[in-house]
């Protein structure tokens, strides 16, 4: 299995980034898709999920109302619109995938760095 995270970079705050996760080598039908992030010398924390039929979406209150989560199951890819964008948004976001009667996630990609500046 695999999940490929791209689209991050350097945006000025109050700017947007898309991120995509592109995942490979199962069927992920019965999986949630999320993202996490971690900002250097803090934990990993979680960001939103949805599931694979897109049906139900999931977000941390930090980012409700300027993040949004969809999938396109056709591409087997997941996405992250992130506008507004604040300086504490910056970190590297992992996209990660779990059964939904999982407490965990089974699969991590390998990250994007996301840089806002003030």
């Known amino acids: 299995v695999q999940l490929q995270a791209s689209g991050g970079g350097l945006v000025q705050a109050g700017g947007s980034l898309r991120l995509s996760c592109a995942a490979s080598?199962?069927?992920?039908?019965?999986?949630?898709m999320g993202w996490f992030r971690q900002a250097p010398g803090k934990e990993r924390e979680f960001v939103a999920a949805i599931s694979w039929t897109g049906g139900n979406t999931f977000y941390a209150d930090s980012v409700k109302g300027r993040f949004t989560i969809s999938i396109i199951n056709a591409k087997n890819t997941v996405y992250l619109q992130m506008n507004s964008l604040k300086f504490e948004d910056t970190a590297v976001y992992y996209c990660?995938?779990?059964?939904?009667?999982?407490?965990?996630?089974?699969?991590w990609g390998q990250g994007t760095q996301v840089t806002v500046s003030s």
């Open positions: 990660a995938a779990r059964r939904i009667a999982q407490l965990g996630y089974d699969y």
């Open positions: 080598g199962r069927t992920f039908s019965g999986y949630r």
